[in-house]
């Protein structure tokens, strides 16, 4: 969906190297959340944010920060990549309607990435 | 913490057929999502459904939440329903658990 783009879409970086994944969305929501996922495993929360000054840790924080410039945009950071940190790192936004208690995830394309 | 499982692991259909994908959680949630991966990893939110039962075209999910756990059913399936499907659960501390997943296979 190009209303969550997440940029770089792949990254080859070495051990100990600070690496900075960006995430920017134009569906206008507050909520915005960054998983990574592993070969044959599901998703996990790294961080979350429900608005500009909201920021949350999630399951696996550790060895990452983000950054919530904007309601549009939410980057995350490995201040020392590690190679456990290889996998695939999804970007998402959400809203709550409150008018039908629904809420959807929208997804980004997700950035591989390799750390050697 | 809450544990999330989901079965089968995989599962091979033939293109028509139905089935049901089942999701099991350990304690209560505020609520429960399904989605969908497909082979080139897009993944696409399906139901938000904490309760209750919700229909969007030949797909369908059920949960129980007072027996903790959410049924997805896809009937009449075809060879673009392959992929992997997620179920994952919000807890009260707005903390996102997803499952193992079921990988899919609808084979013409």
């Known amino acids: 969906d190009a209303d969550v783009t997440q940029t770089p879409r792949n990254r080859i970086t070495k051990t100990g190297k600070r690496i900075m994944l960006e995430c920017s969305q134009t569906k206008g929501h507050d909520r915005m959340y960054w998983y990574r996922q592993d070969p044959g495993l599901g998703l996990r929360l790294i961080y979350y944010s429900f608005d500009v000054k909201d920021i949350n840790k999630g399951e696996i924080s550790d060895g990452y920060s983000v950054s919530r410039q904007a309601q549009a945009k939410f980057s995350l950071s490995l201040e020392s990549a590690i190679p456990n940190q290889t996998a695939l790192y999804f970007c998402?936004?959400?809203?709550?309607?409150?008018?039908?208690?629904?809420?959807?995830?929208?997804f980004g394309p997700g950035t591989r990435l390799l750390v050697l | 913490g809450i544990q999330v499982e989901q079965s089968p692991p995989d599962l091979i259909l033939q293109e028509g057929a139905n089935s049901t994908l089942r999701c099991n959680f350990s304690?209560?949630?505020?609520?429960l999502q399904w989605f969908h991966q497909n082979p080139w990893g897009q993944l696409i939110n399906l139901f938000y459904?904490?309760?209750g039962t919700k229909q969007n075209g030949r797909l369908s999910a059920t949960t129980v939440a007072t027996e903790r756990y959410s049924l997805l059913y896809i009937s009449s399936s075809q060879t673009t329903d392959s992929g992997v499907y997620f179920c994952a659960v919000v807890t009260s501390y707005d903390k996102v658990i997803f499952g193992p997943g079921t990988s899919l296979s609808v084979i013409p």
């Open positions: 304690d209560s949630v505020n609520n």
């Open positions: 459904i904490p309760s």
């Open positions: 998402a936004t959400s809203d709550f309607d409150w008018r039908i208690s629904s809420e959807t995830q929208y």
